[in-house]
Antibody, heavy 119, light 109 residues
Framework: QVQLVESGGGLVKPGGSLRLSCKAS????????MSWIRQAPGKGLEWVSL????????YYADSVKGRFTISRDNARNSVVLQMDSLRADDTAIYYC????????????WGQGKLVIVSS | EIVMTQSPATLSVSPGERVTLSCRAS??????LAWYQQKPGQAPRLLIY???SRATGLPARFSGSGSGTEFTLTISSLQSEDFAVYYC???????????FGQGTKLDLK
């Protein structure tokens, strides 16, 4: 069955960096686009970044452009979100999610990883 | 950016009731609209895509409708396991800038 398992996350000071990883299993990873979506505590969902199946093109939300970098390793079935210059408003649960075929919605989600940006 | 607005923010309902949730887009998204259900401490779960297509395994009591800017998610007879927060999401934008509504929470009356 499809599984997405995030790792990384934790507490970081403002201006710091953090790396999230998502390990996929149960499907042919290289065939699917992948996204990161976040949810601030008690708030709604915000799409963060998309990496297409072939690793390019890549897209970011304006709120993270220039600070976050998404990448994938199709041999290791993993997608990574490198987060730099973190701010307090980046505090959220970060979900890794699989796109349904080539469409812009998400049929499988990881369990999420909490990132807290605080001094 | 396309803004998605859901109403109401909270809906107090009883099991067995018919429930209709609304989602409005600030500009047309055609039928590029998905619905998700999220329970406390869990990741969202895909319910509906293409405005009206049910995800695999979704009970028939869930249905979606609409196109353009107005969409609805209907639960024909609410079950206890349906108490959750429901989000709509548009995926019409290109380059992608997927946006979600702020959510509608179903509360026990």
């Amino acid at each position: 069955q499809v599984q997405l398992v995030e790792s990384g996350g934790g507490l970081v000071k403002p201006g710091g960096s953090l790396r999230l990883s998502c390990k996929a299993s149960g499907f042919t990873f290289r065939d699917y686009h992948m996204s990161w979506i976040r949810q601030a505590p008690g708030k709604g969902l915000e799409w963060v970044s998309l990496i297409t199946s072939g690793r390019s093109p890549i897209y970011y939300a304006d709120s993270v452009k220039g600070r976050f970098t998404i990448s994938r390793d199709n041999a290791r079935n993993s997608v990574v979100l490198q987060m730099d210059s973190l701010r307090a408003d980046d505090t959220a649960i970060y979900y890794c999610a699989r796109h349904y075929v080539d469409f812009g919605f998400f049929d499988y989600w990881g369990q999420g990883k909490l990132v807290i940006v605080s001094s | 950016e396309i803004v998605m607005t859901q109403s109401p923010a909270t809906l107090s309902v009883s099991p067995g009731e018919r429930v209709t949730l609304s989602c409005r887009a600030s500009q047309s998204v055609s039928t590029n609209l998905a619905w998700y259900q999220q329970k406390p401490g869990q990741a969202p779960r895909l319910l509906i895509y293409g405005a009206s297509s049910r995800a695999t395994g979704l009970p028939a009591r869930f249905s979606g409708s609409g196109s353009g800017t107005e969409f609805t998610l209907t639960i024909s007879s609410l079950q206890s396991e349906d108490f959750a927060v429901y989000y709509c999401q548009q995926y019409n934008d290109w380059p992608p800038s997927y946006t979600f509504g702020q959510g509608t929470k179903l509360d026990l009356k």
